[in-house]
C-alpha cells in the first residue's frame, strides 16, 4: 500500500505563514484592478477574529479542550458567509485565509454575501457520533453573539456536513427561542436545507469543466480525469463527469490513492467508500502516491482535498493541461507561475469551488422567503451563475494576458471596490 495520500499542509511552518502569502497573492492581482487603494487597505485585516476554548465531556467521562475560530472578513457586500471546518490543522492562520478566500468568491459569483469563516481544530475521526453533536453544539455556544441570517452565516466545510448543520441550526434556534434557518445553509433537505447543496460544489465545478469542454471541443471518452480527496466535493464531481463519460482515472482520499488508466468505475468507489470508510483497488487498479497522482498524464486534475498541495516542489512535474481547484487553496502562489509557464490553465478555486456557496444562498432565499425551489430550478440557476462568471473571469484572463486566478481576482476586488468605496474616498473628502 503507498504512503499517505495527502500531503501535510499545515505542519505548523507551511501555515504559520499561510495568510501572509494568500494576502500577497491579492495584493499582486489589485495591480490588474481598477480599483482605489484604500479598498486593498481595509481588505488588508479580518473586521473580527474570534478565537474560543470549547471544553468537551468525552464519552469516557474525561475532559477535553478543542479551540474554536470564527473570523468574519468582510461584510461589505452583504452578511459574512462560509463554512466551518473541523480538522486537527486548522490554525488561526488557516481560517484567516480561508475568510479572505470567501469574501473574493462571493463577489467573484456577485452574490450578496461577505466572506468569513469557521473551524475547530479536532482530528473528528477520534469523536464518537454523540461526542461530535456535543461538539458542534458547544461551537454554536460559544460563537453565538456573531452569528445570526443579517450578520454571519455558516455552513458545511472539511469534515463537516449536513447533519452536524441540523444540531448548529438546532441549538442556534434554542439560543435564541425561535427559529432562524437562514441562520446557516446547508442543512438537511426537510430541515430547512435546499435541494440540491449536497452536491453543489463538485456540480458548480462540473459546470465550469462543460463551458470548458466547449471552448476546447473536448470528447469526454477521449478526456482523463485525475481527482484528489474523494470528500463532498471530489465524489460529486468524479460521480457527474463518470455520468458524462468522462475517464476518471484516478482517485485519492487521505489514505491512499487509485489508478485505473482505463477509467475507474465511479459509482462502485463511491458505494464501496460509503461503506468502507476507505476507496476501493478494484482489479486492473494500483494504487500509487499522492505526487504521482497529481503528476499524472491526465487532460483535467481536480485537486479537491486540502489547501498547498500543488507547490513549486511537483508543479514542474503536473502533466494536466487543466486544473480545476475545488479545494481551497489547493496550489501555492509559488507553483501558479510553474503551472501558467507550462501552459496549463488553472480555475482558480474562488470560481471553480464557488457552486456550494451559490446554491447556499439559493437555500438562505427560500428561508428567508418560506419557500422551496425544485431540483431544476436549482440546477439552472447554478449552471447560469457559474457559466455568466466563468465567461467574465475567461474574457478577463484574455484581456490581462494572467492566470485566471488574477484576472477572478481582480473581478472579485472590483466590485468589493463598488461596496467598501460607496461612502466615498480620500478623494472625495479632500475634494473642496
Ligand atoms: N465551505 C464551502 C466553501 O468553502 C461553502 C461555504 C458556504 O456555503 O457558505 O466555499
Known amino acids: 500500500m503507498s504512503k499517505l495520500a495527502l500531503a501535510t499542509p499545515n505542519a505548523a511552518a507551511a501555515t504559520a505563514d499561510l495568510f501572509e502569502r494568500s494576502f500577497e497573492r491579492v495584493a499582486a492581482a489589485a495591480r490588474h484592478a481598477k480599483i482605489d487603494p484604500e479598498t486593498l487597505l481595509r481588505l488588508s485585516m479580518p473586521k473580527r477574529t474570534v478565537e474560543v476554548s470549547i471544553p468537551l465531556r468525552m464519552d469516557d467521562g474525561t475532559l477535553r479542550l478543542f479551540r474554536g475560530y470564527r473570523v468574519q472578513y468582510d461584510d461589505s457586500r452583504g452578511p459574512f458567509k462560509g463554512g466551518i471546518r473541523f480538522h486537527p490543522q486548522v490554525d488561526a492562520a488557516e481560517v484567516k485565509s480561508l475568510a479572505l478566500w470567501m469574501a473574493l468568491k462571493c463577489a467573484v459569483v456577485d452574490i450578496p454575501f461577505g466572506g468569513g469563516k469557521g473551524g475547530v481544530e479536532v482530528d473528528p475521526h477520534q469523536l464518537s457520533h454523540a461526542e461530535l453533536e456535543r461538539l458542534s453544539r458547544a461551537y454554536v455556544r460559544a460563537v453565538a453573539d456573531v452569528l445570526g441570517q443579517d450578520r454571519d452565516v455558516p455552513a458545511p466545510d472539511v469534515y463537516t456536513n449536513a447533519r452536524t448543520m441540523a444540531w448548529m441550526a438546532d441549538e442556534y434556534a434554542t439560543i435564541v427561542r425561535r427559529l432562524e434557518p437562514g441562520v446557516i445553509t446547508g442543512k438537511p433537505v426537510g430541515r430547512g436545507g435546499s435541494v440540491g447543496r449536497d452536491d453543489a460544489t463538485g456540480r458548480g465545478g462540473y459546470y465550469v469543466l462543460k463551458e470548458l469542454e466547449a471552448l476546447r471541443s473536448w470528447q469526454p471518452g477521449r478526456t482523463t480525469v485525475a481527482v484528489q480527496g474523494f470528500g463532498n466535493a471530489g465524489q460529486h464531481i468524479a460521480r457527474l463527469l463518470h455520468a458524462d463519460g468522462y475517464r476518471v482515472v484516478a482517485v485519492s482520499d487521505s489514505r491512499t490513492a487509485v489508478w485505473q488508466q482505463a477509467g475507474l468505475d465511479v459509482p462502485q468507489v463511491i458505494a464501496h467508500k460509503e461503506a468502507h470508510r476507505r476507496l476501493p483497488v478494484p482489479q486492473g487498479a494500483k494504487t500509487i502516491t499522492n505526487d504521482e ?14 489547501e498547498d498541495q500543488l507547490t513549486a516542489a511537483n508543479a514542474p512535474g503536473v502533466r494536466a493541461k487543466v486544473v480545476i481547484e475545488l479545494a481551497n487553496g489547493p496550489t501555492t502562489g509559488a507553483a501558479d507561475p510553474i503551472l501558467h509557464d507550462k501552459g496549463a490553465l ?14 447556499s444562498w439559493f437555500e438562505w432565499l427560500q428561508n428567508r422567503a418560506g419557500s422551496q425551489w ?10 447560469a451563475c457559474m457559466r455568466t462568471q466563468f465567461h467574465a473571469v475567461h474574457a478577463r484572463m484574455t484581456e490581462l494576458g494572467a492566470p485566471m486566478r488574477t484576472a477572478a481576482y481582480a473581478l472579485a476586488l472590483e466590485r468589493l471596490d463598488r461596496a467598501l468605496c460607496a461612502g466615498g474616498t480620500a478623494a472625495d473628502f479632500q475634494r473642496r
Open 346 to 359: 488553472v480555475v482558480p478555486d474562488v470560481l471553480a469551488n464557488a457552486g456550494g456557496v451559490t446554491v
Open 293 to 306: 497522482l497529481l503528476q499524472l498524464d491526465v487532460d483535467v486534475l481536480v485537486p479537491a482535498a486540502l
Open 374 to 383: 425544485t431540483t431544476e430550478e436549482v440546477h439552472e440557476r447554478l449552471r
